[in-house]
Nanobody, 123 residues
Framework: QVQLVESGGGLVQAGGSLRLSCKAS????????MAWFRQAPGQEREFVAA?????YYADSVKGRFTISRDNAKNPIYLQMNSLKFDDTAVYYC???????????????????WGQGTQVTVSP
């Protein structure tokens, strides 16, 4: 059974940094694009960043967030710098059931999801 477990969320002041981690079990995703999404209260879940053959970012986080992966340990990380109040959300790690290292930025392209980790940025 595939499980994705996020960690690293918390409360931080605006301008601060956090590093999220996503650990997978039950399957290896080293050859697949994986992603981070987030959902703020009362809003739809939205794409944040993905990593496959290259990296992809939402415009709102470009230049501030960095996605990376270490296939030997936790599959992916999200380094979040210069955090803003609007970054407050539950952050989810996502992996596809099949695929490759191509561009995958839409929610429906992912099958496996973690339980989410809360990121709260105080003004």
């Amino acid at each position: 059974q595939v499980q994705l477990v996020e960690s690293g969320g918390g409360l931080v002041q605006a301008g601060g940094s956090l590093r999220l981690s996503c650990k997978a079990s039950g399957r290896t995703f080293s050859s697949y694009t994986m992603a981070w999404f987030r959902q703020a209260p009362g809003q739809e879940r939205e794409f944040v960043a993905a990593i496959g053959g290259t990296t992809y970012y939402a415009d709102s986080v470009k230049g501030r967030f960095t996605i990376s992966r270490d296939n030997a340990k936790n599959p992916i990380y999200l380094q979040m710098n210069s955090l803003k109040f609007d970054d407050t959300a539950v952050y989810y790690c996502a992996a596809p059931k099949r695929g490759d290292l191509g561009s995958r930025v839409r929610e429906w392209e992912y099958t496996y999801w973690g339980q989410g980790t809360q990121v709260t940025v105080s003004p």
